[in-house]
């Protein structure tokens, strides 16, 4: 019986294996990690400058290098197509991620359909206040987003699963700043995919049968 912490690395050695393997892409979730981190001190004072920072730095950064720089055929290192390792991903594929940008894209729309947006602020009087009252929307729609994945994951999955994906999202800046550290000078000498992955995944596996 494994425990959360051990689900926890599971999950985040899973997440690195399948969907980190260009260094571009390794290291613009360095900066999403820094940037993230920022947001969190951030929002302890402002929610709504964060959130700012977060989506506009963080998660475009982030995601960016998913959609753009990540390889999508064949994974050698992991024996494993793209459309199984989309099919068992705990939280946002790449789907559930276009989604998910989509209504972050879309959603300072619904300023035009009521200034108020639907009684929960005052009317904004200047550009000023209408990009706070975005943060605030932004941010709202950060905390949907996780809570909206975990509801599912307690649906499909477990109420365990949930709650580790859930820790783990909170967790990565953290984690991916000190796993990725590297990556930026990698990728400053010509080095475009991580090599290392194959070691990584060997080590692991051997780590797994060997006897206990």
Request: proline share 4%; net charge positive; charged share 20%.
């Amino acid at each position: 019986m494994r425990t959360f912490r051990e689900d926890l690395r599971l999950q985040r050695w899973d997440d690195h294996r399948f969907y980190h393997h260009s260094r571009i892409n390794q290291s613009l979730h360095f900066l999403s990690a820094a940037s993230f981190l920022a947001a969190y001190a951030i929002a302890l004072k402002d929610p709504a400058v964060a959130a700012l920072v977060a989506w506009l730095v963080s998660m475009t950064s982030r995601q960016a290098g998913h959609f753009f720089f990540e390889p999508r055929g064949f994974d050698h290192v992991n024996q494993a197509t793209h459309a199984h390792k989309e099919e068992i991903k705990v939280g946002y594929n790449l789907f559930r991620k276009v989604v998910l940008m989509a209504v972050w894209a879309a959603s300072p729309l619904l300023f035009l359909v009521d200034p108020s947006l639907f009684g929960l602020v005052r009317p904004h009087g200047s550009l000023g206040e209408l990009v706070r009252h975005v943060g605030l929307l932004w941010f709202w729609v950060g905390v949907g987003g996780l809570v909206f994945r975990v509801l599912q994951l307690f649906v499909i999955a477990d109420v365990r699963t949930g709650l580790v994906w859930a820790a783990k999202i909170v967790t990565d800046p953290f984690h991916d700043l000190m796993l990725y550290r590297k990556a930026p000078l990698a990728l400053l000498h010509g080095e475009l995919i991580d090599h290392g992955l194959r070691d990584e995944v060997e080590a692991e596996l051997a780590g797994r049968n060997a006897p206990r």
